[in-house]
């Protein structure tokens, strides 16, 4: 079957998130659990040179990705690389513990978030934002008779490399590595 000539994405398959050192370098992904949504949106602010009552030019500042995502459950790994801090594990099954702790000096960091979609013309669609932060309210909430569902949002710049996002559409399905 050759590649469509257009995708047909169509439900949520699968969410990573990779963790970004400061020297730029990528990580191993987490997989971010019962993935409901990864949206994005790119924008760019433009200066606008006026003189003589027109508008003699206009120059964009570059452009950014605003993005949000929302999952059910939590993972404290996933959580670990949006939000900064450390998780600690300790004890063993049936007594074992994982703990994630924030201290008032944890900025948070850099991450790469890759989602992936089946496309009903066949194969799959991933989209990839590089260089994301969380700038916005990083939550979720208990409540009965709910599951827990984690939401956060933010912005991509471009990494190290000079690239914001890609959108990838495959003519065989490939699992988000």
Not at 15 to 34: H, N
Not at 129 to 150: A, H, L, M, P
């Amino acid at each position: 079957m050759a590649l469509s000539a257009y995708a047909l994405p169509f439900g949520l398959r699968d969410v990573k998130i990779y963790p970004i050192d400061s020297a730029g370098t990528v990580g191993t992904g987490v997989d971010l659990p019962a993935s409901r949504t990864f949206s994005f949106k790119e924008s760019e602010d433009f200066q606008e040179l006026r003189g003589d009552d027109v508008t003699i030019a206009r120059r964009g500042n570059g452009p950014v990705v605003a993005w949000s995502l929302e999952a059910g459950g939590i993972s404290l790994d996933a959580y670990k690389i949006i939000a900064g801090g450390n998780v600690a594990s300790s004890g063993v099954s049936p007594n074992a513990k994982k703990t994630f702790s924030k201290l008032g000096t944890d900025s948070r960091p850099y991450f790469k978030v890759e989602g992936q979609v089946i496309s009903d013309s066949g194969g799959d669609f991933h989209a990839v934002v590089y260089k994301c932060k969380s700038e916005g309210e990083i939550g979720g909430d208990f409540g009965e008779g709910q599951f827990f569902v984690t939401a956060l949002a933010g912005q991509g710049i471009p990494d190290i490399n000079n690239k914001l996002y890609d959108l990838v559409q495959n003519e065989t399905a490939v699992a988000v590595t």
